[in-house]
């Protein structure tokens, strides 16, 4: 019998943490252990060692790309690095740890599988530990890694990596997200329990952070049962040249969640026409069947007038509809949000005008609660608002879909993004415009 190969996995995970937690030089220990590196980059990084310490190589060099960063020792923008082992393959967002780059972290986290949060072992808990692990319950991320780093520097006691587990394990019930949490006492300088295991960790027993990463669950993590296809490009190629091209016309865009095949019928949104899927193309061609999160391009068996914005869905567990939305944001502009504030909202792949009607809470960081009618919401500050929107949105709610459930606030005038958004679940399903119409 022939051998199947399967493709190997991909993995997206981030780093976060409070400022000089280790976050750029856990990743270049990852990337230098797990011998990631071409030639040239372990020659250039072994030339540019910091000799005004012990002549160690800088590690945090790989990911602190910016001039900036490098002569402030910090990370300000976020870097993405691409390694695989034999198992798996994984890009990391290496995100800011100050405050005042929290916006940056919010970017680098948000298509995350699993996120780790790095901490200090002498400094402890701090706010920045609690806002990080908020914001990846926040973004839906379903894995979570607390790195107590900097073992070496309390001694290797367990009695201060269990002190910070049972700190961090009393708020976890607050946020109540994770699907799985993971706590590995590391130093990411010597690299201890990064790639090898430790022996100044006897009494650990679990996994180090390269083999919980290759071995961690991850099949489930995207929503296969309910259909969802913004559609972002009408696709009429018009190739005179070619008569299998001539007349086509397709619907691409990426499956948001769900699978869809042949011969399935669906419905196009907000007008309700019902049909079915004539052909599936991928980058490889024709198929069968695909699934989130391809990029693919769906022909339908009839012509119907749908346009970029439009969504097409299963039958089964229609989506929401509504111009009037509750949602969860993160604040990232240095102008305050306060209520009567119009904005551009972007929506998976359409953009709407909308206005901010009311400022309903934001969340304290010290106990993670939240606090009523704030009067405004600073930069970084996540708080929960009410929009309206100028025509209704067609989405489900963040915790279900992360992709039809979150969105963008877009400046009008400057284009700046201002918010990242997680809508709440709709309170009634989307209504179509011609109910029960089909071709």
């Known amino acids: 019998m022939p051998h199947t190969q399967h493709p190997i996995e991909l993995l997206r995970f981030n780093t976060c943490g409070s400022v000089d937690d280790g976050k750029s030089t856990l990743i270049g220990r990852l990337l230098y252990d797990s011998k990631s590196l071409m030639e040239d980059q372990v020659e250039a990084l072994e030339k540019s060692a910091d000799l005004t310490g012990s002549g160690q190589i800088n590690l945090a060099n790989l990911t602190d790309g910016l001039r900036a960063e490098r002569e402030q020792g910090i990370t300000i923008d976020v870097a993405y690095r691409y390694f695989a082992t034999p198992k798996r393959k994984f890009i990391v967002a290496d995100t800011p740890g100050h405050v005042q780059y929290t916006r940056n972290m919010v970017t680098g986290a948000s298509t995350a599988n699993l996120s780790i949060v790095l901490v200090d072992a002498r400094q402890g808990v701090i706010e920045q530990t609690r806002r990080h692990t908020y914001i990846a319950a926040l973004l839906g991320i379903p894995h979570l890694v607390i790195a107590i780093n900097k073992m070496d520097l309390v001694d290797w006691k367990q009695e201060r990596f269990q002190e910070i587990r049972d700190e961090i394990e009393d ?94 019928q669906i419905v196009v949104l907000p007008i309700g026409i019902k049909t079915t899927v004539k052909d599936i193309w991928t980058y490889d061609g024709s198929s069968e069947e695909v699934f989130c999160p391809q990029s693919v391009t769906l022909c339908l068996e009839h012509d119907i007038d749908v346009s970029r914005g439009d969504m097409i869905v299963g039958l089964e567990n229609l989506p929401g509809s509504s111009a009037e939305l509750c949602a969860r944001v993160c604040w990232m502009h240095p102008r305050p949000l306060t209520a009567g504030k119009k904005y551009f909202l972007k929506h998976t792949t359409q953009t709407v005008q909308a206005v901010v009607t009311q400022l309903e809470s934001k969340i304290n960081f010290d106990t993670l609660e939240p606090e009523a009618a704030p009067a405004a919401l600073a930069m970084n500050d996540i708080g929960g608002i009410r929009l309206k929107t100028a025509k209704p949105l067609i989405f489900d709610g963040y915790a279900t879909n992360r992709l039809t459930g979150s969105f963008i606030l877009i400046e009008q005038g400057t284009n700046a993004t201002v918010a990242a958004g997680m809508l709440s679940a709709p309170t009634e399903a989307v209504k179509p415009e011609y109910t029960d119409f089909a071709i």
């Open 171 to 264: 708020f976890l019930p607050k946020l109540d997200v994770f699907r799985d949490v993971k706590f590995i006492p590391m130093s990411a300088l010597n690299g201890d329990n990064v790639v090898d295991v430790s022996k100044n960790t006897p009494w650990y027993e679990g996994p180090t952070l390269l083999g919980h990463l290759e071995n961690v669950h991850i099949a489930s993590d995207w929503n296969l049962n309910t259909f969802r296809f913004p559609v972002q490009w009408v696709n009429r190629p018009n190739n005179p040249t070619d008569k299998t091209l001539h007349d086509f016309r397709g619907l691409s865009g990426q499956i948001a969640s769900g699978i869809v095949r042949k011969g399935q």
